[in-house]
């Protein structure tokens, strides 16, 4: 199961949580660890029996939490397609006010990449396509 994912900045300030408050271990974690790592080089922590597989891109950082069968070759995987969206979505690594700007969309890929606690989706043309806007009045 992915217990959580999180988008905080370069100064430790959380941009996007999802799921589970690991907020506090995963700024801490990434102060001491992300500084000189280049733009998605993966890094990963074992904390008891849970995975942490976390990246830096652009001015964000990128956390995944996982346990049980999302170990960390399952959560490389996860992050993958995670950045890989927000690339799509800002049309470049980010930078926070960029991130900031695409905000709802990039919450809406995240929806649909993981639901309840599962990868759902990893195809990118599938993610464009589930994130698309509608007009109120073709509902």
């Known amino acids: 199961m992915i217990l959580a994912v999180l988008f905080a900045n370069s100064e430790g300030n959380i941009l996007v949580e999802r799921w589970l408050h690991w907020r506090s271990f995963l700024v801490k974690l990434g102060a001491e660890n992300l500084r ?12 008891k029996s849970v995975y ?29 397609v995670i950045t890989s969206a927000v690339k799509d979505v800002c049309g470049k690594p980010p930078t926070e006010r960029l991130f900031l700007d695409k905000y709802g969309r990039i919450c809406l890929c995240l929806d649909e990449i993981v639901w309840k606690g599962l990868l759902e989706n990893t195809e990118k043309d599938r993610i464009k396509r589930l994130i698309r806007l509608k007009p109120p009045t073709e509902f």
Request: hydrophobic content about 45%.
């Open 36 to 47: 000189g790592v280049k733009n998605e080089e993966l890094l990963v922590a074992c904390h």
């Open 52 to 80: 942490i597989v976390y990246t830096v891109l652009g001015d964000v950082s990128i956390y995944v939490v996982g346990k049980d069968e999302y170990d960390e070759l399952a959560l490389s995987e996860v992050i993958f």
